[in-house]
């Protein structure tokens, strides 16, 4: 099946630093990805919708100033959470949906926020 | 509002047992995509079985059958033959719009399955 990598899988920062994760499509094409947000024990949550080549399109209620989405090529799409504060601490995880229906998961990102 | 619906937080299922995961949907597009993941504890997201919104016939992937009953808006998984591996999180989520582009996917609250030895 298709792999969908995902970079780093855990992260501890300081308050007021950014952190960029990388999501990249392994073995296909993904024009279009996926970043979702869990808090523990709760459902996926999307945050925006990556699109290569042009303008994330984001949830009602996610900054798009706080979580920068880059989609730079067919095969990677990076998250960055600037400035980063306590409550920004979560489960962040990328899917990429290739020529079927569906997506195919990263491993998934602890972000931990001091 | 809410569109996908999971009414079991939690359940228990004997090793060996088959066991049913309710999801209920509410969308008034008429093509969408239904999907069961299933999430270990390790956290990765497990693809587990897809049913398109004019598929025919129930999908089946194995030990994983969904109970599509479209008039009601209800995509059960059931898994037979349950093993202790099956502990997990289970989430049900629908994809909404057309074709395969960026049509987003959202997921229900998820249910914990517990097997029992």
């Known amino acids: 099946g298709a792999v969908v990598s995902q970079h780093p899988s855990r992260v501890i920062c300081k308050s007021g630093t950014s952190v960029k994760i990388e999501c990249r499509s392994l073995?296909?094409?993904?024009?279009?990805m996926f970043w979702y947000r869990q808090f523990p024990k709760q459902s996926l949550m999307l945050m925006a919708t990556s699109n290569e080549g042009s303008k994330a399109t984001y949830e009602q209620g996610v900054e798009k100033d706080k979580f920068l989405i880059n989609h730079a090529s067919l095969t990677l799409s990076t998250l960055t959470v600037t400035s980063a504060h306590p409550e920004d601490s979560s489960f962040y995880i990328c899917?990429?949906?290739?020529?079927?229906?569906?997506?195919?998961f990263g491993s998934g990102t602890q972000l931990s926020v001091l | 509002a809410q569109k996908i619906t999971q009414t079991q937080p939690g359940m228990f299922v004997q090793e060996k047992e088959a066991v049913t995961l309710d999801c209920t949907y509410d969308t008034s597009d008429p093509s969408y995509g239904l999907f069961w993941y299933k999430q270990p504890s390790s956290g990765e997201m497990i693809f587990l079985i897809y049913?398109?919104?004019?598929?025919?016939q129930n999908a089946t992937e194995g030990r994983y059958s969904l109970n599509f009953q479209k008039a009601r808006k209800s995509a059960n998984l059931v898994i037979s033959a349950s093993q202790l591996g099956d502990s997990a999180m289970y989430f049900c989520?629908?994809?909404?719009?057309?074709?395969?582009?960026?049509?987003?996917?959202?997921f229900g609250a998820g249910t914990r399955l517990f097997v029992k030895a």
């Open positions: 899917s990429a949906r290739r020529d079927s229906e569906k997506l195919f």
């Open positions: 049913q398109g919104s004019y598929d025919q």
């Open positions: 073995d296909f094409q993904a024009t279009t």
């Open positions: 989520a629908m994809r909404e719009g057309r074709g395969t582009g960026g049509f987003k996917t959202i």
